[in-house]
């Protein structure tokens, strides 16, 4: 069964120190996988999308890095604005379905 | 360039009655999806249609109808509202196979 599991459930971080997220995947025939940022009251925002393991993607203080069965999400010196939480995804198959983790809750205090 | 809006943001509604979440989208996406957000479970696939007239059944279809007309538009309907229903809704679409969803900013419905 396809399944994806995000770690930590939350994680609380000072600012400026640097932590990273895991998001952890059994498909079959990966198409894709994508990083998305929930702000309370608000619909999933598009990060990152990965395709293939070793690929890397950066934006701002985020970096996405993918390898055969994990993805992590780095966080370098994060800042309150950096506070939602993560969801991870992957597309596998045919294409016609996302599968979602949990999620991971960031919150990073001044 | 809206991207993916839905509507109403807020409903409540009392146990057995009817009623219609809209979604519209304007990028031309051929692929779109209903899901259910609940604490603790994540997103959740309800229905899904790759295309005007095409639809299917995702992890928790009971209780819910889509049709797809049009290429825009993909509405949820919920035939008699339960308890069980009370959630928030997301509307996405997305072009091809591989590339991100987009997503709405919700419905969140309250079912007493």
């Known amino acids: 069964e396809d399944q994806v599991t995000q770690s930590p459930e939350a994680l609380r971080l000072q600012e400026g120190e640097s932590s990273s997220l895991n998001c952890s995947y059994t498909?079959?025939?990966?198409?894709?996988l994508f990083w998305y940022r929930q702000d309370p009251g608000k619909g999933p925002e598009f990060l990152f999308t990965?395709?293939?393991a070793g690929e890397e993607k950066e934006k701002e203080r985020l970096k996405a890095t993918l390898t055969k069965k994990e993805s992590f999400l780095h966080i370098t010196a994060p800042k309150p604005e950096d506070s939602a939480t993560y969801l991870c995804?992957?597309?596998?198959?045919?294409?016609?379905?996302?599968?979602f983790g949990t999620g991971t809750s960031l919150t990073v205090i001044p | 360039n809206a991207g993916v809006t839905q509507t109403p943001k807020f409903q409540v509604l009392k146990t057995g009655q009817s009623m219609t979440l809209q979604c519209a989208q304007d990028m031309n996406h051929e692929y779109m999806s209903w899901y259910r957000q609940d604490p603790g479970m994540g997103l959740r696939l309800i229905h899904y249609s790759v295309g005007a007239g095409i639809t299917d059944q995702g992890e928790v279809p009971n209780g819910y109808n889509v049709s797809r007309s049009t290429t825009e538009d993909f509405p949820l309907r919920l035939l008699s509202a339960a308890p069980s229903q009370t959630s928030v809704y997301f509307c996405a679409s997305w072009s091809t196979p591989g590339s991100p969803l987009h997503f709405g900013n919700g419905t969140r419905l309250t079912v007493t």
């Open positions: 995804a992957v597309q596998a198959g045919t294409g016609n379905q996302f599968y």
């Open positions: 498909v079959s025939g990966l198409r894709g």
């Open positions: 990965l395709y293939s």
